[in-house]
């Protein structure tokens, strides 16, 4: 095993990804509109050696917001760039950009990374800088709105380690596992542990490298691509849509219940239902949900690139989006069964007014011929 002290960045930054839910949906031509002179893009496609298809459906929108410095709560500040990117799901990443200082060792990270995977500072800093993103674009945000959750990523960013180590030191290195998860304790990890970390490490050429895990990852590229940091931005992006519409549909079927329960209680018309108006908006609901999923998972192709493939598929599994997945799936299956109760209620009840009308027009043709004799 090698010692862990013979991994030295030489050039390097650590990217801080705090990500908010800002809106249904955000137009974003017309965002970058409303920009005006703010230095924003839009990125159709990225690049790295050896490829040129990552694609994605809607760019997304790249703003850059300038430097910034935090101190965080064990008292250690920076200066460092930031960056917005806003995607048209409603989705709204902030992103600190710090530089690694030429010289320092992996292990010197351990402290710092583990308080900033959680740091309660950079989220209040990031949500802040969200917060004022979207007034500047208010107009091209649909429903525009602060959602409580957040989800939070690190990229520990590499372009080259002192001495151009093989990617297999760096893999066979107790620190890296530990670095990732955010144990800066003097324990190594067990063995168990360093290989559930290790099993989502991808190459491509012999000196690249991408480690991923839940809340982080280490990526080393030389040529200074910044796709597969993009890739984990955009999979924690949809972690994080599906976890907004995850509580939005825990919170819409527990309204479906309270108004269905009043709506049985309204008994005091006979020729409109009860249930109509909330027929209609659920329906509307599931609609919209639909869309969204759609939205999502159409997101990013990644067309002729099985690396970036891979990546993109370990991350998605990694973040257990599949379960979140299934549990929206679920939850929307539940909405769409609720119509169906709803409308079927809506259906006898209409039945019923028109069998009620039949029978009053037959009673007015009876006393008609019943009068003419």
């Not at 790295?48 to 694609?55: D, F, I």
């Not at 308080?115 to 674009?137: F, N």
Request: charged share 30%.
């Amino acid at each position: 095993m090698s010692d862990p002290h013979d991994l030295i960045v030489e050039d390097g930054c650590i990217l801080t990804y705090r990500l908010f839910d800002v809106g249904d949906e955000v137009h974003l031509d017309a965002a970058e509109r409303l920009l005006g002179d703010a230095p924003a893009r839009r990125r159709a496609k990225s690049l790295r050696e050896g490829a040129a298809s990552l694609q994605f459906a809607v760019p997304p929108l790249e703003v850059a917001i300038g430097p910034r410095k935090v101190t965080l709560a064990s008292g250690r500040a920076f200066d460092g760039e930031l960056a917005a990117r806003l995607f048209d799901y409603g989705a709204a990443s902030i992103v600190f950009e710090w530089p690694i200082p030429n010289g320092t060792p992996l292990a010197e990270l351990l402290p710092l990374c583990d308080e900033l995977y959680e740091s309660q500072v950079i989220e209040e800093a990031a949500r802040r800088e969200a917060v004022a993103l979207v007034k500047k674009v208010h107009a091209a945000v649909e429903d525009a709105h602060e959602w409580g959750g957040a989800e939070t990523y690190t990229v520990i960013f590499v372009r080259s380690f002192v001495g151009r180590p093989p990617t297999s030191r760096i893999t066979d290195s107790p620190l890296v596992a530990k670095l990732l998860l955010g144990e800066p304790g003097p324990k190594n990890l067990g063995e168990d542990a360093r290989r559930d970390v290790l099993k989502h490490a991808h190459s491509y050429f012999e000196d690249d490298l991408a480690i991923i895990d839940y809340s982080s990852a280490l990526v080393l590229e030389p040529s200074g691509s910044r796709d597969i940091p993009d890739i984990l931005e955009l999979a924690t992006s949809q972690l994080l849509e599906l976890r907004y519409y995850d509580d939005q549909l825990d919170r819409e079927l527990g309204r479906i219940y309270d108004e269905f329960g009043a709506a049985r209680r309204n008994r005091w018309t006979v020729f409109r239902s009860p249930y109509e108006k909330l027929a209609r908006l659920v329906l509307r609901r599931f609609v919209e949900l639909t869309e969204f999923t759609e939205r999502v998972d159409n997101a990013l192709k990644v067309v002729g690139d099985f690396y970036l493939a891979r990546v993109y598929q370990s991350a998605l599994a990694r973040f257990r989006i599949a379960t979140w997945q299934a549990s929206v799936d679920g939850k929307q299956s539940l909405v769409a069964q609720a119509y169906g109760l709803l409308k079927g209620e809506v259906d006898i009840r209409r039945s019923t007014i028109l069998e009620i009308v039949v029978i009053v027009l037959i009673l007015l043709e009876l006393v008609t011929a019943l009068r003419g004799k």
